[in-house]
């Protein structure tokens, strides 16, 4: 089984920061990605960013140049720093942690919200 674990929403202003953090547990080997989606009321799922266990990223247009990923994989953490932010980044935000066996495993959910 693997337990990811997040942290890190909450209200913040328009322009603000906002750092959201997963930490995987369990069965966590050969990992293939650690990655953030979002899905706001109303909306579909959508992936945000994602990082590959060697380090390859790969961001959302909308998020490009404000929204960083990163990965400590001494500790099966994910990162994504979010700065910038718009009332349009308002959702819960969800991490997924990929394996190229298992399929994927994901996290409860992390409300953040962007007020104008």
């Known amino acids: 089984q693997v337990q990811l674990v997040e942290s890190g929403g909450g209200l913040v202003q328009a322009g603000g920061s906002l750092r959201l953090s997963c930490a995987a547990s369990?069965?966590?080997?050969?990992?293939?990605?650690m990655g953030w989606h979002r899905q706001a009321p109303g909306k579909q799922r959508e992936l945000v960013a994602r990082?590959?266990?060697?380090?390859?990223?790969n961001y959302q247009d909308s998020v490009k140049g404000r929204f960083t990923i990163s990965s400590d994989n001494a500790k099966n953490t994910v990162f994504l720093q979010m700065n910038s932010l718009k009332p349009e980044d308002t959702a819960v935000y969800y991490c997924?942690?990929?394996?190229?066996?298992?399929?994927?495993?994901w996290g409860q959910g992390t409300q953040v919200t962007v007020s104008s």
């Open positions: 990082i590959s266990s060697g380090g390859i990223t």
């Open positions: 369990g069965s966590i080997f050969n990992i293939n990605t």
């Open positions: 997924k942690i990929d394996f190229p066996d298992r399929g994927g495993y």
